[in-house]
């Protein structure tokens, strides 16, 4: 109990920080001064403070897994996993700008891809599409998705997330059980 208190902290104070300051002017030192703790408890919790940041998106991405169901749509599902971005948007920036940006790609990737394959999988049902067509569609949505989360966080996230997500939903509503038919009727061919 004691342990996940005090890696909790390390994460939460780091995040604050983040909020406040560019991700390379952050050191181990500022941390454990922040939380009260030695160095050598730092490091038995995480080697730099990359390993913090690496944590934080894995931790986030599995909140999103966990919270996202079959009754979300897939801009629910969508926004439940980028409420991380939408509360830390400073600290999204900073991670952005950073050396590190490639963490936050990855994640959003991650999310992107959970979120439209459980998606297609539940449009699917009854539809007789191929396993390949399926992951095909959830894969071309991923990539549209994390592309405009990305050129959103370059924007400085400008405009409303949940505004933008539900008018590409309303759009584009329809053509993944469209496609899904398609791949179902090219089979039967």
Same mark, same amino acid.
């Given at each position: 109990m004691a342990q996940q208190y005090t890696r909790k902290m390390i994460r939460d104070v780091f995040i604050k920080m983040l909020n406040e300051r560019s991700?390379?002017?952050?050191? %181990?030192?500022?941390?454990?001064? !922040?939380? #009260? %703790?030695?160095?050598?408890?730092?490091?038995?919790?995480y080697t730099d403070v990359y390993a913090i940041l690496s944590e934080i998106f894995q931790t986030e991405l599995q909140a999103a897994i966990d919270e996202y169901n079959d009754t979300l749509?897939? *801009?629910? #599902?969508?926004?439940?996993?980028?409420?991380? !971005?939408? *509360?830390?948007?400073? !600290?999204?920036?900073? %991670?952005y700008d950073s050396m590190q940006r490639e963490e936050l790609e990855n994640y959003i990737y991650n999310v992107s891809g959970t979120v439209m394959i459980r998606y297609v999988e539940k449009v699917s049902d009854g539809i007789s599409a191929s396993s390949g067509d399926k992951k095909l569609i959830a894969s071309f949505y991923q990539c549209a998705l994390t592309e405009m989360v990305l050129r959103w966080i !370059?924007?400085?996230m400008k405009e409303d997330p949940d505004t933008i997500i539900r008018r590409i939903g309303q759009l584009f509503d329809g053509n993944i059980a469209l496609s899904l038919k398609r791949s179902a009727s090219l089979n039967d061919v």
């Open positions: 991700l390379n002017k952050i050191t %181990v030192k500022d941390i454990v001064r !922040a939380c #009260g %703790v030695n160095r050598n408890t730092f490091y038995y919790y749509s897939w *801009e629910e #599902g969508f926004l439940v996993a980028t409420k991380f !971005a939408s *509360e830390n948007r400073k !600290a999204i920036y900073h %991670v !370059a924007s400085r």
